[in-house]
């Protein structure tokens, strides 16, 4: 079986790494080192009309399929792990709103979602809830004219700049989905800083104080947050992550054959030394493997085969480790230069450890990928 792009895939993967050649890479390492994200640049990534990637034209998107999708992640990826951040969360967003919002909350936000008129963010871990997100202790009562909600959302993504939160609650015993506008009362916007990694994400800690949104807020039928909402949102947040973390794993690759054979140590270039040429291989094959998983991820997504869900979580295991590796290796191949802010891959090293956290830890997907493999071996035998 040959795996190729179509034509009109090509042209778009170039153009992605034109826009992140140009716009992103040259500037990554200030961004990271400022912790934020120009306003100017979030609102060039919306006019190449990134931001509504996964948003149908009838909703002024750009209605990518998920291959194409995938390529734009990996690219964002290899550029900047905090922009590619940017896009994740707010086609969650996007998603969510397209797939169990009612017409009235679709034609209301999507376009402005599309556009980046308006920034998504995704509001589901919180000070005491992480991987375990059955135990959401935000809370949503029922009021007259909609719902009251109190809580705490933290590490969301672009929370310091978004417009519309996604904010999972608690309601009669069950976990609801809710859209939060910003510039709602009772809403407290609380910045994040020294994270290891993703220096631009600009994360935030929402505090929601007696918040009162209306009844038509709701997305998703009550109680069905968790197992429905969230759980697609994040299918689309893994996949996104999983290309992303294959992004790293090339730019490691690319930046470790650059200075290996510009660097020389002993009277030769650090190429011709063996243990720099396993370094290379390792990530060479790797990033390949990684990308063939996320390709199969992608494929099963536009066909809708419902195996998609379990091939997110094994290529996203796997390219994140892959990154991990690729990072390491390639900071020990810059030397003390890897160590230092003037080098990309001190940078990569420090996202890829957020990679094996965000949408799924690596520990958690163990627990998972085992199950699967175990259900697969009973049905099996």
Known sequence: MKIELTAQQKKDQAAFKAFVEEEIAPKANAYDQEGITPPELIRKVARAGYLGAL???????????????????????????????????????????????????????????????????????????????????????????????????????????????????????????????????????????????????????????????????????????????????????????????????????????????????????????????????NMLTNVQAARLLCYQAGYLKDIGDPTTIMATWIAKYFASIAASNAARDAVQIHGANGCSQEYDVQRYLRDTVVMEVIEGSTQIQQITLAAYAYQAYASNT
């Open 55 to 281: 948003a149908p034209r009838e909703y002024a998107g750009a209605e990518m399929d998920m291959i194409t999708f995938g390529l734009l992640s990996e690219e964002l990826g290899r550029g900047c792990s905090s922009i590619r951040s940017l896009l994740t969360v707010h086609s969650m967003v996007i998603h969510a709103i397209l797939r169990w919002g009612k017409l009235h909350l679709k034609e209301l936000w999507l376009p402005r979602l599309a556009t980046g008129e308006v920034i998504g963010a995704f509001g589901l871990s919180e000070p005491n809830v992480g991987s375990d997100a059955q135990s959401v202790e935000t809370t949503a009562t029922l009021c007259e004219d909609g719902y009251v909600l109190n809580g705490i959302k933290k590490w969301t993504t672009y929370g310091q700049i978004a417009d519309l939160y996604l904010i999972f609650a608690r309601y009669d015993g069950k976990i609801s989905a809710f859209l939060v506008e910003r510039n709602t009362p009772g809403v407290c916007i609380k910045p994040l800083s020294g994270i290891l990694g993703t220096h631009a994400s600009m994360l935030a800690e929402i505090h929601l104080q007696d918040c009162h949104i209306p009844t038509e807020n709701l997305v998703g039928g009550r109680g069905f947050g968790l197992a429905a909402v969230a759980t697609s949102a994040l299918d689309i947040g893994r996949y996104t992550v999983a290309w992303g973390c294959v992004g790293i794993t090339q730019a490691c690759l690319d930046a470790s054959l650059r200075y290996s054979s510009q660097r020389k140590q002993f009277g030769v270039y650090l190429k011709e030394h063996q243990l720099i040429q396993q370094m290379i291989t």
